[in-house]
């Protein structure tokens, strides 16, 4: 009945998902609900399933800990919201009516964020480096340049800088995510290929309002 279920790639009874395993299924199934033509995204799932990534942030150490703060409070912020309006689609409604999109602290504002930091981890594992290429640092130091450096200012840029010799070794990160060499790459796959439409529909989402990105 409509879509299938990713089931050949969820775990079995019995068995533990990764935390990567996790957030891939959590978005594979927001993906869905986007493929399905549901209109507009629930504010409630979106939510649930952008809270289970605050893990990836956590695995790389010191050096994202700053983005981790940021992301992990706009999401909280984001669930609050849930409560009072259904979908992505009514908070920004609900923004553009108090003229507050962009203001500090709106609900439209931190969707924003929110949209970076997984725009942010999806880029980081779209140049995650196979055993024998280019180091975690500089997938890292690439996927934020990319993502949030034009948004910082120079002195949150030189503090990221300087993180970046805090992250852990590619190993390190494939152990602590509790993956192997070769799941890593596969779950990280499920999570992009995901995460995709997702981050399209919020961009189409402002853009449809007359709401640019550039901020």
Not at 108 to 118: A, E, P
Not at 144 to 165: E, L, S, T
Not at 192 to 215: E, G, M, R, T, V
Request: with cysteine; hydrophobic share 40%.
């Amino acid at each position: 009945m409509g879509r299938e279920s990713p089931s050949d790639t969820s775990p079995k009874v019995g068995e533990s998902a990764t935390p990567l395993a996790e957030v891939a299924q959590a978005f594979e199934e927001l993906a869905g609900l986007l493929e399905a033509g549901s209109g507009d995204l629930r504010l409630g799932p979106f939510s649930d399933a952008c809270s289970l990534v605050s893990i990836l942030f956590d695995s790389l150490g010191l050096a994202f800990k700053f983005a981790e703060i940021e992301y992990v409070a706009k999401v909280n912020d984001l669930i609050e919201a849930s409560k009072t309006h259904d979908t992505l689609n009514k908070i920004i409604d609900h923004d553009l009516e108090n003229d507050t999109v962009r203001k500090q602290g709106s609900h439209s504002r931190n969707l924003r964020r929110v949209r970076l930091g997984l725009d942010l981890i999806k880029t980081l594992f779209e140049q995650f480096p196979s055993s024998g290429g280019c180091s975690l640092k500089e997938a890292a130091s690439n996927a934020y340049g990319q993502v949030c450096a034009p948004f910082h200012a120079w002195a949150i840029r030189k503090a990221v800088g300087a993180g970046m010799y805090a992250l852990p070794t590619r190993e390190q990160l494939i152990v602590r995510l509790n993956e192997t060499d070769q799941s890593i790459q596969k779950e990280m796959r499920r999570f992009i290929n995901a995460c995709n439409p997702i981050i399209q529909y919020i961009d189409n989402l402002f853009l449809s309002k007359k709401i640019s990105l550039d901020w």
